[in-house]
């Protein structure tokens, strides 16, 4: 089948370009809200969904088709690359990964072994290449960040307060930073492998990073950083979104790094940043609860964030974090209409 025409909205909102309309995706996208996605995942376990190439074509595509937005990301996760280093990982629904190997010594970390993109998730480059030669919209790919990485394998699971990962980064420092450095230079080769295949964006999630303050972020978090990001503009071209929970009081850290976007969770509007001097393009955030209230509550909210987020060009409209599996597929498709044609020129 031919290709429709090429919808370059989200990139161009990216480079802060002037568009037709406000660009919008969700984070999480593809899901368990999808019923399609319901009836793939009872087949395969989440890992076979996202390395056999075929279905991960299929599952990435399905919000483009269904929903109309304006970028489709990758289906993976952010544990896909954790696994050849050396981390026991699996995804449990309802749960999110569990790590039969926890990391906890110096010599744990001295144990993980380094990516090698083409050997390693193989499955990932072809994904991406098979979709590039496919979708009418840019294609996201994205990596985990060095902290929320080791949130899980420090953990060995989901955490509420992350005292185990801070626990080692206070008393172990060295063997800190030597993790620090691996998962870092995981990430990079990581990123430049799906941007090479075709990725025309790619997005860093530091999900849990916000139990940090500000000072520990710049001693701890920034280096690392900055490292990852600044090699990606030196050997790549695609725009960088940096995105967090929680993570309002990071802002102007986010800031000095070399991204293009930074995505705001719903605790900081966007009026907000703009004031605190955010000039880069920001992605977000309507809280993805807010899904479950009644349209008219969604509609007034959309509209009031799309009024922030129009005032200047660099705008993507997005949620504040990923979808819920109780959302109505007709909700999303209803309020991808809305940031369309409310904010059409
Ligand atoms: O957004 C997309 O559609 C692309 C795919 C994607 C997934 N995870 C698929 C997934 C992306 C970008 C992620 C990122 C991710 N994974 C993050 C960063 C973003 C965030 O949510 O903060 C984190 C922290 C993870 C770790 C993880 N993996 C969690 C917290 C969970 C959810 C647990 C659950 O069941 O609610 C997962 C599993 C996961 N990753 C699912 C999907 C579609 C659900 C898997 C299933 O079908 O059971």
Redesign the pocket.
Known sequence: MPKRPFNDTFLKACRQEPTEYIPVWY??????YQPEYRQI?QKYS?FEMSEIPEVCVEVTSLPVKQLGVDAA???????TPLKPIGINVE?R?????VIANPVRTAHDVEKLSSLQPEQDVPFVIEAIQKLTKQLSVPLIG?A?APF?LASYIIEGG?SKNYHKTKGFMYSQPQAWNALMEKLGDMTIKYLQAQIQAGAQAVQI?D?WVGALHAADYHHYIAPIMWKIVSTLKETTSVPIILFG?GTGHLLKEFDQLPVDVIGLDWRTSIQTARQMGIQKTLQGNLDPSLLLAPWELIEKEAKAILDQGMEQPGYIFNLG??LYPEVQVETLQRLTELVHNYTQK
Do not use: E, K, N, Y
């Not at 990301?73 to 544990?79: E, G, N, R, S, Y």
């Open positions: 984070m999480r996208q593809a899901g368990r995942r989440f990301i990758l289906f993976a996760d952010i544990m995804i629904s309802g749960v999110g990964p994205f985990g929320t989901p999630f999900s929970i974090h990923g």
